[in-house]
């Protein structure tokens, strides 16, 4: 039963955000109506939706990045180098979709958002302190 | 990242496990009950980082803990919100409670609740496949 509902869980984490970003970015223009805010406002908390509807692809990212994290952590646990390589690629490509979208409506959070990236390198790096290496 | 391949100083392991304690929801320990209710084996856990995070089981709803019994609150509350539905339909001063309700039923809480323990259920998934099994009834 466990295995089943896991298969089940697993699926439907797939399938979230990928199906729910791809119905917010066929109804983008709907997003700012008030019945659809009150219902799915938690997905698009936050983001600007002024400029472009390809913001509602953020929270994918979002996601799939700890999806990410998840498989490195329990299929790569005996190779280190390369969970520090996955999370390296990870906070950077965070960097630079942050940077370059600006996916907040709140300059501030955009700030706020690249600086805890720049936090996350900074424990990865002292990561390596921890690891057989040294 | 404590679940990294790496040694964790003893300090730090105390500091994640309560910090894992808050950010897994986890209010109490439903491993034991889980266990008895489905007759499954106890099983160790794949390393002392796990254990220390508190992922002290392969199983998929052992490792979940509390947060588990959270999506199972959700047809309960459809129950609620099906119950107060009828009852908004005669009285008027219910309609607001039972607004609110079906807002956050259908589906703001739940993506929130998605959102925020969205890495907690991967994990527990991924474990549960390094070992999984179609033997046993649990």
Known sequence: MQSILAIISFVVLLAFPIVSAMLFWNNFELLTD?????????????????????????PVYFM?????LGLTIVFLDQTVIWQI???????????????????FNDPFK????????????????????????? | MPLFDINVPANAEIFFRQLMSITAFEVFEIG?????????E??????????????????YI????????????????????????????????????????????????LIRLVFESYSMIAICCLIHFEYISFSNVG
């Open chain 1, 64 to 68: 799939l990045r700890r999806l990410m």
């Open chain 1, 110 to 134: 955009n700030w706020m958002e690249q600086l805890n990236e720049a936090l996350l390198m900074f424990v990865v790096y002292h990561i390596m302190c921890f690891t057989p290496f040294l």
């Open chain 1, 34 to 58: 008030k019945e659809v805010m009150l219902k799915y406002y938690a997905y698009y908390t936050d983001l600007d939706l002024t400029e472009s509807a390809h913001v509602v692809w953020y």
């Open chain 1, 85 to 103: 390589a996955s999370k390296t690629t990870l906070v950077l490509t965070s960097v630079f979709l942050v940077g370059k979208i600006k996916p």
């Open chain 2, 62 to 109: 052992n490792n979940m803990g509390t947060l588990f019994l959270m999506f199972l609150i959700y047809p309960i509350m459809m129950l609620v919100e099906y119950l107060l539905g009828l009852v908004a339909e005669k009285c008027d001063s219910v309609k607001k409670v039972h607004l609110a309700v079906k807002y956050s039923v259908y589906w703001n809480s």
């Open chain 2, 42 to 59: 106890p099983t160790s856990p794949i390393n002392d980082n796990y254990n220390t995070l508190g992922f002290e089981s392969v199983y």
């Open chain 2, 32 to 40: 034991d009950i889980v266990n008895a209710l489905l007759a499954l």
